[in-house]
C-alpha cells in the first residue's frame, strides 16, 4: 500500500500563534489531498480538499483566512492553522487517495494554550 | 451530495461473540465501500472493502456485505478479541470522493 506522512504528530502553540501541519505521499503523487478534523469521541470532518497547483476547496463551516492550505507539489500538503486559539486545539489528520483507495496520516494532535 | 448514517454509535459486546456495525448511503452512483478500524489517537487503517458489483467480502474473522437496492452495508466481527476494541468508519466513494460515517465505538469486554 501507499504511504501518507503527517508532520509534526503533536504540536503545542500559545494562542494568537500559527502552527504549519505537512502531509507527504511518500511513494506516489497525489494531485488531491484531503484535511480532516476530528474531535475526541467524534468522527472525521472535512475541512478542506487540498489541490495540487490551485487553490483548495473548503467545507461549508471552514474559515479559509484561518485555516490556509498550499499544495504546491504532487507529494506535499500543508495546512496552517492561523492566530491559533484554545478552541482550534483538535486533531487534525491528512489523507490521499491511492488507487481509489484512502491512505491517512497519522494525524496532528494541537493544543493552543 | 451523498450521506452516510452509521449506527450504532456505540456497542459493546462480550469477547469471543459477533459485533454488526451498519451503514447506509443516499448516493446510488457511489461504487466502493470501506471499512477503517482507528486505535486511540492513531490514523484510521483499511480492514477490509467492497465494490458495488460484489455483494460480500470475507476476510478471516471480518465480512462486510453490501445490498445495492437498499443502499446500505454492514461489517461483521466474528469472535471478538480485545485488541477488536476501537473506532469503526464505514465510507462511500465515487473516484476520489469519500464520505465517512459518524463512526461506531466497538468495546469487546473480556
Known amino acids: 500500500g501507499a504511504v501518507v506522512s503527517q508532520h509534526p504528530s503533536w504540536v503545542i502553540c500559545k494562542s494568537g500563534t500559527s502552527v504549519k501541519i505537512e502531509c507527504r505521499s511518500l511513494?506516489?503523487?497525489?494531485?488531491?489531498m484531503f484535511w480532516y478534523r476530528q474531535f475526541p469521541k467524534q468522527s472525521l470532518m472535512l475541512m478542506a480538499t487540498?489541490?495540487?497547483?490551485?487553490?483548495?476547496?473548503?467545507e461549508q463551516g471552514v474559515e479559509k483566512d484561518k485555516f490556509l492550505i498550499n499544495h504546491a507539489s504532487l507529494t506535499l500538503s500543508t495546512l496552517t492553522v492561523t492566530s491559533a486559539h484554545p478552541e482550534d486545539s483538535s486533531f487534525y489528520i491528512c489523507?490521499?487517495?491511492?488507487?481509489?483507495?484512502?491512505?491517512f496520516g497519522q494525524g496532528t494532535r494541537l493544543t493552543v494554550v | 451530495g451523498e450521506n452516510v448514517e452509521q449506527h450504532p454509535s456505540t456497542l459493546s459486546v462480550q469477547e469471543g461473540d459477533s459485533a454488526v456495525i451498519k451503514c447506509t448511503y443516499s448516493?446510488?452512483?457511489?461504487?466502493?465501500f470501506p471499512w477503517y478500524k482507528q486505535e486511540l489517537g492513531k490514523r484510521p487503517q483499511l480492514i477490509i472493502d467492497?465494490?458495488?458489483?460484489?455483494g460480500e467480502k470475507k476476510d478471516q474473522r471480518i465480512a462486510v456485505t453490501l445490498n445495492k437496492t437498499a443502499k446500505h452495508f454492514s461489517l461483521h466481527i466474528t469472535e471478538t478479541q480485545p485488541e477488536d476494541s476501537a473506532v469503526y468508519f464505514c465510507?462511500?466513494?465515487?473516484?476520489?470522493?469519500?464520505?465517512f460515517g459518524p463512526g461506531t465505538r466497538l468495546s469487546v469486554l473480556p
Open positions: 489523507s490521499a487517495i491511492w488507487r481509489y483507495e484512502a491512505f
Open positions: 511513494d506516489f503523487q497525489a494531485t488531491t
Open positions: 487540498s489541490n495540487e497547483g490551485s487553490k483548495a476547496t473548503y
Open positions: 448516493d446510488s452512483a457511489s461504487n466502493y
Open positions: 467492497i465494490r458495488s458489483n460484489v
Open positions: 465510507a462511500a466513494s465515487i473516484g476520489q470522493n469519500f464520505v
